[in-house]
């Protein structure tokens, strides 16, 4: 890792260096980790105090392991290495980050917003590994802890970062901003989430924002066209954002679209006057946004439409974010990992789009304030209007989805809890199902997926 060494990152992190080895002096770390069961021989452990572990009590373990220090809050009664003593562990794994990104040599694409941020994440890298050598987050390692460890793994021959960037709350997007310093920024939509502490759609694009206190000045700004509140982003540091979306105002728009169900759909991308030929591999209208993103950052980079095609179509879906699964005779569309209202109707368009019967499970979705129960009451009667054959409601907040469902025609189940639904689950499914699993993430619906599978 350029330049990290012990004295530059206690420097980075205000911190004091303790039982320092002169071996060391010279050394850079390899990798740095808050997890002691990753280290590695001349790795740096950062021991963070959680909700349930206090890092500190695997100190000597991850000395036992090779580990070339520690960064700690409290030191350990004896000599065992070398420990950066630090007042806040977690804002050390910032500092550490931040100064580690400006040794780099990279540039740094940053994507946000309210929906669709780890899938444009994967069409934005997808379509940049064409021509680049691409790193990008892994998982859901998009906040103040695993924004750090994703910066943390990039290599000095990586080229561009992909970043996803995710906040419920103002102050978080200025703080991963001033760590991730992003050439481009990519905002995808302002949608309904996290309403608890961002209030309204306002102020989601305000917090959303925040991430350009820290971009480049000379950077780009790319924004979903389509969405109402990003349209009136007019410049960012004197300069306009591109735009896409289907709306032929946009600078990067589709038209000739071509909806071929679970299988994705084609469109023709329009980029000045260049039109790409995009096979779009994951389903959904949401995912030609997703590819035209892809578009408008690969063009930042020089990259050609047949370069942009081509990434398109090998971008791979990640588990729990549309993600389609056989279940012997049934298909599982596995989007258990996050929800919030514009997501979910999303999600219930594509289902609508699926042969056969069409199921949907449905649970609560967390942080939308104080008309949390009439959002879930919209995404039940919105399911029923689509025509859902069967609408399965769980959980305390989407009692209010069954009722509404119910309301407007459809056909529609309750339970109070995911354990219910998953001791019944076998006997309401049919041969030829398709099945649509979402909720927000603590409602753990991998686990009806997993009961699906198991039970073919």
Wanted: with cysteine; net charge negative; aromatic share 6%.
């Amino acid at each position: 890792m350029k330049n990290m060494t012990l004295e530059n990152i206690a420097a980075a992190c205000g911190g004091e260096i303790y039982c320092m080895r002169e071996e060391l002096a010279q050394e850079t770390a390899k990798g740095i980790v808050i997890d002691s069961r990753q280290i590695e021989p001349g790795y740096i452990f950062v021991a963070t105090k959680g909700e349930r572990v206090d890092g500190h009590q695997f100190i000597p373990d991850v000395f036992a392991k090779g580990a070339m220090a520690v960064i700690c809050e409290v030191l350990p009664k004896e000599d065992l290495g070398p420990c950066i003593l630090v007042k806040d562990s977690f804002m050390a794994l910032k500092q550490a980050a931040a100064f580690y990104r400006q040794q780099l040599n990279i540039r740094v694409v940053g994507i946000t917003g309210s929906v669709g941020k780890t899938s444009t994440k994967e069409f934005v890298a997808s379509v940049l590994s064409e021509k680049y050598k691409v790193h990008k987050t892994a998982g859901n390692y998009n906040n103040e802890v695993g924004l750090p460890l994703t910066i943390f793994g990039i290599q000095e021959d990586d080229q561009i970062a992909v970043l996803e960037m995710g906040i419920n709350t103002f102050g978080e997007m200025h703080r991963l901003s001033e760590v991730a310093k992003p050439d481009i920024c990519v905002m995808t939509n302002i949608g309904q989430c996290h309403l608890e502490n961002l209030i309204d759609r306002d102020g989601i694009l305000r917090a959303k924002s925040e991430i350009f206190d820290f971009m480049n000045p000379k950077g780009t700004v790319v924004v979903n066209g389509d969405d109402d509140k990003l349209a009136t982003i007019h410049e960012v540091y004197g300069k306009a954002p591109v735009t896409f979306g289907m709306n032929k105002q946009n600078a990067i728009w589709a038209d000739h679209i071509e909806n071929r169900g679970l299988l994705g759909s084609c469109a023709d991308i329009h980029m000045g006057d260049d039109v790409v030929h995009a096979i779009i591999p994951l389903p959904g209208e949401h995912m030609i946004y997703n590819a035209m993103a892809a578009a408008a950052v690969a063009l930042q980079f020089g990259m050609s439409k047949e370069e942009i095609a081509a990434g398109i179509s090998h971008v791979e879906a990640v588990a729990g974010r549309s993600h389609l699964v056989e279940a012997g005779d049934k298909v599982i569309i596995d989007d258990c990992y996050n929800a919030n209202p514009v997501s979910m109707k999303a999600a219930i368009d594509l289902l609508a789009t699926a042969p056969g019967r069409k199921v949907a499970i449905l649970g609560d979705m967390f942080e939308l304030g104080e008309n949390e129960k009439a959002m879930h009451g919209e995404v039940g009667e919105y399911a029923a209007e689509k025509g859902i054959d069967l609408i399965l409601c769980v959980g305390e907040l989407s009692e209010a989805m069954y009722q509404e469902a119910v309301g407007s025609g459809g056909n529609a189940k309750y339970y109070e809890t995911r354990e219910a639904l998953e001791a019944v689950l076998n006997e309401i499914l049919q041969q030829g199902d398709t099945v649509l699993v979402k909720a927000s993430h603590s409602m753990a619906f991998e686990n009806l997926v997993k009961c699906i599978q198991v039970n073919q």
